[in-house]
């Protein structure tokens, strides 16, 4: 049911700090219609009086960055970043639908979880200790791949003496400088693209860096020669799993250039982590399931020789190397009783396995765990 949060008359910032509130991942606003947020993946519309053209103009007008004033009409989409103090950050991105204005508000909570209090593996974290490759984060939108990142980012803020300097659109979540030293850099403020971020940081004696997202060829390549040339890169894709991850970046290339950024991805790629947030049962929340991918000797041969159907294999009998396929990570927290199979069923990729899972045939009698 939906939830009257306000008086009549719109104030974006008291409806921001109410969503935060109610534990809202998402804020909607469109013209000539009703104020919506996303809860547990859940979108609930806001009993609230339909918003006007002059509501979200004056939204956007509040939440938009000095920098961007002048702007808004010469361009279809904007995102930017914005702070109610001591409440939370966000990321705002305007847009038109429909000949008329639009936001999408993201949540950004301040505090920044371990890998094990997102309820990930935490063998994930692995990722951060090492020295040099590419690791790459993936799912669909809000499956919390930047939330892993910061979590990763932060465990080596923490625990070694580095340089990171991170590449955003916009900057989401800040660091403070512990054991690290962090520069934050946004694209369209600190550094004209994403490209040219990578270029330039490597000139700023970097350790690691992160990439917020990989969007195209030109990305890839910065991305790829910083791997190349000793530093850790991490970044996010929106793709499913590991062997879509692959063919996103090699067919981002011609045809005749794909055998050599194949070898060149296999020489770098250290491991990727493919992510959802799955609505828990009978309560509110969610929880992660996730694919690892640990690119060892044998995966690497694969990619590079392009017989990725080979690394599924490998993925669903790697545990020993910490990977596991997001079908087990389903399985396991329906043996924990936080989804039904329907549920479970309904986020899987390869549902015929999964299915065999249930019955018993996938991993022998007991399933998975052994249970």
């Known amino acids: 049911m939906a939830e009257n949060y306000l008086n009549s008359?719109?104030?974006?910032?008291?409806?921001?700090?109410?969503?935060?509130?109610?534990?809202?991942?998402?804020?909607?606003?469109?013209?000539?219609?009703?104020?919506?947020?996303?809860?547990?993946?859940?979108?609930?519309?806001?009993?609230?009086?339909?918003?006007?053209?002059?509501?979200?103009?004056?939204?956007?007008?509040?939440?938009?960055p000095t920098h961007f004033k002048g702007?808004?009409?010469?361009?279809?989409?904007?995102?930017?970043?914005?702070?109610?103090?001591?409440?939370?950050?966000?990321?705002?991105?305007?847009?038109?639908?429909?000949?008329?204005?639009?936001?999408?508000?993201?949540?950004?909570?301040?505090?920044?979880?371990?890998?094990?209090?997102?309820?990930?593996?935490?063998?994930?974290?692995?990722?951060?200790?090492?020295?040099?490759?590419?690791?790459?984060?993936?799912?669909?939108?809000?499956?919390?791949?930047?939330?892993?990142?910061?979590?990763?980012?932060?465990?080596?803020?923490?625990?070694?003496?580095?340089?990171?300097?991170?590449i955003e659109d916009p900057v989401e979540f800040i660091f403070t400088n512990k054991k690290s030293i962090v520069s934050q850099r946004q694209v369209l403020i600190d550094t004209p693209t994403f490209p040219d971020g990578i270029k330039y940081a490597l000139r700023q004696d970097p350790d690691v860096i992160f990439i917020g997202e990989i969007r195209d060829k030109e990305t890839v390549v910065a991305a790829l020669k910083a791997a190349e040339t000793g530093h850790l890169v991490f970044a996010t894709i929106h793709t499913n799993d590991a062997i879509q991850t692959v063919n996103r970046i090699v067919n981002m290339y011609e045809p005749s250039d794909r055998d050599f950024v194949?070898?060149?991805?296999?020489?770098?790629?250290?491991?990727?982590?493919?992510?959802?947030?799955?609505?828990?049962?009978?309560?509110?929340?969610?929880?992660?399931?996730?694919?690892?991918?640990?690119?060892?000797?044998?995966?690497?041969d694969f990619i590079e020789k392009d017989k990725l159907g080979e690394i599924y294999e490998l993925v669903k009998k790697g545990s020993f190397n910490n990977m596991i396929t997001m079908n087990t990570s389903l399985y396991r927290l329906f043996e924990q009783d936080l989804i039904t199979e329907d549920i479970a069923m309904s986020y899987s990729d390869n549902k015929n396995e999964l299915q065999q899972m249930f019955r018993g045939v996938f991993h022998g009698t007991f399933g998975p765990s052994g249970k």
């Open 71 to 166: 702007k808004v009409n010469a361009v279809f989409d904007l995102d930017f970043a914005y702070e109610i103090h001591g409440v939370s950050r966000f990321r705002v991105n305007l847009s038109r639908q429909l000949g008329k204005s639009a936001l999408v508000i993201r949540t950004i909570p301040y505090s920044i979880k371990r890998v094990t209090e997102l309820s990930l593996p935490e063998s994930i974290e692995q990722f951060a200790t090492l020295n040099n490759g590419l690791v790459l984060i993936t799912g669909p939108t809000g499956s919390g791949k930047s939330t892993t990142i910061a979590s990763l980012i932060d465990y080596i803020n923490i625990n070694y003496p580095k340089h990171i300097i991170t």
């Open 262 to 300: 194949r070898s060149q991805l296999a020489a770098v790629l250290r491991g990727t982590v493919s992510q959802k947030l799955i609505p828990i049962s009978n309560a509110t929340g969610r929880r992660p399931a996730c694919e690892v991918l640990v690119v060892t000797p044998t995966v690497k």
């Open 9 to 64: 008359k719109f104030n974006i910032i008291a409806f921001l700090k109410k969503a935060v509130a109610v534990g809202a991942s998402d804020v909607h606003l469109q013209v000539d219609e009703h104020p919506a947020i996303r809860i547990d993946g859940k979108i609930t519309k806001v009993d609230m009086p339909v918003l006007t053209e002059d509501d979200i103009s004056i939204a956007y007008d509040i939440l938009l």
